[in-house]
């Protein structure tokens, strides 16, 4: 899905959760060769519905970077149609999470294909090429991951707490279930491992609910940290709020500022450079902060954060 003049000098690995990662990384393919280009998606979310596999976070990514995401939510697709859940509400079942039809199909496939054992990652890998996508977009780790948060409501599944819940119950903890045991996938592995890898990109995704279940799978930051590559975060806050989701809550109830900082002390040392929006520009006294517009409301401005991000891993590395 690339076009125009790449910008980047070797390869690129970003880490992404749904909406605001997504905007990113479909920036990203506009500057980077599509060979030369992984995303890394958030499977936290992941859960069974109607006996299906869905996978929320990483067909955000599958439907945005192929051009199918609804404009108008930033999840699902355009011109959907909803019979199957108009149904479902007729025949008294459960209709918090709904699934639109054509979305339906997806995770029909996906499901038949994870139950004949086929992995995770070969099968988003068919599914991205059969939608046109060329870079390579990869679940986490092909092993059991589950975000449960922890509410003054009792222990949430992440769907239950996001979804049914609307993130209304205070945020106690959150824990990732499965972590202990899952490894990151074999084609991420060799991602970060790559001698030509130039930039390590967290994208402006949920810290907590989306990157943290990533750097939650064991080896996840050794692999990072062992990486040459600098590694090049974009704040998710802009103005001294949340640009989308329930990010500012969630900081609040666990006791975190709401500000830049406290963004960066959360990756703990992880992070060499935090990109900010230009409106935050006089609380950036922190020389790991680099000014840039982050709030991406055109295509436009997803591409021009992405060159941003390149420019900023470049200088990094001199």
């Known amino acids: ?29 506009h500057v980077v060769p599509a060979d030369k280009l992984t995303i890394v998606v958030n499977t936290g979310d992941d859960f069974r519905h109607f006996g299906l596999h869905v996978s929320p976070d990483v067909d955000t990514v599958l439907y945005t970077l192929s051009g199918r995401a609804n404009p108008e939510t930033g999840w699902g697709r355009a011109g959907e149609s909803w019979r199957f859940m108009e149904t479902v509400g007729d025949l008294g079942g459960e209709t918090w999470f709904a699934l639109g039809d054509t979305d339906l199909a997806l995770h029909a496939v996906r499901t038949a294909r994870l139950d004949k054992d086929d992995t995770l990652t070969a099968i988003t890998r068919d599914l991205a090429a059969a939608m046109g996508i060329e870079a390579a977009v ?13 509410t003054d409501a009792g222990v949430l599944p992440f769907q239950r707490y996001f979804v049914e819940r609307k993130c209304a119950p205070v945020v106690r903890a959150i824990r990732f279930d499965g972590a202990d045991t899952a490894l990151p996938g074999e084609r991420v592995q060799a991602a970060l491992t790559a001698p030509d890898l130039s930039a390590i990109v967290i994208c402006p995704s949920n810290p907590y609910l989306s990157i943290d279940p990533i750097l939650a799978i064991p080896g996840m930051r050794g692999l990072i940290e062992a990486a040459a590559a600098p590694v090049v975060a974009v704040s998710p806050l802009v103005g001294g709020t949340a640009v989308k989701g329930p990010l500012a809550k969630i900081m609040g109830e666990l006791d975190r500022s709401l500000t830049h900082a406290s963004v960066l002390d959360h990756y703990d040392g992880l992070v060499g450079t935090l990109l900010v929006d230009r409106m935050d520009a006089p609380g950036t006294a922190d020389r790991r902060m680099r000014i840039a517009p982050t709030l991406m409301t055109s295509l436009a401005d997803r591409i021009a954060l992405a060159r941003c991000v390149l420019e900023a891993a470049a200088e990094a590395s001199q």
């Not at 070797?10 to 990113?24: E, M, N, P, Q, W």
């Not at 990869?138 to 922890?150: F, K, M, N, S």
Request: proline share 5%; net charge neutral; glycine share 16%.
């Open 1 to 29: 899905m690339s076009s125009g003049h790449p910008h980047a000098s070797g390869s690129v690995v970003a880490f992404c959760g749904g909406i605001g990662g997504a905007k990113l990384a479909l920036g990203l393919t």
């Open 138 to 150: 990869l679940p986490a780790t092909d092993h059991r991951l589950a975000t449960v948060v922890e």
